[in-house]
């Protein structure tokens, strides 16, 4: 689909200095992905009153296995 916007000039040389592509329209759906992908990743607060840890779980000592 073929579509005109304009761009903050600044904001597309950032994206380009942080990407490693070349092209203004695969910098747009390298955006459009990762803004998807961001906003379906369940936000973890949400979570909260939702899981049940085992009886004995202990996190600090699983903190130390991690080192």
């Known amino acids: 689909?073929?579509?005109?916007?304009?761009i903050d000039e600044s904001l597309?040389?950032?994206a380009f200095s942080v990407t490693h592509?070349?092209?203004k329209?695969?910098?747009?759906h390298q955006a459009l992905s990762?803004?998807?992908?961001?906003?379906k990743r369940k936000d973890l607060t949400e979570l909260a009153g939702f899981i049940e840890f085992r009886s004995g779980y202990d996190h600090k000592k699983l903190r130390e296995t991690r080192g």
């Open 1 to 6: 689909m073929r579509t005109n916007i304009e």
């Open 21 to 23: 592509v070349r092209t």
């Open 25 to 28: 329209k695969e910098l747009i």
């Open 12 to 14: 597309l040389e950032e």
């Open 34 to 39: 990762e803004f998807i992908r961001l906003k």
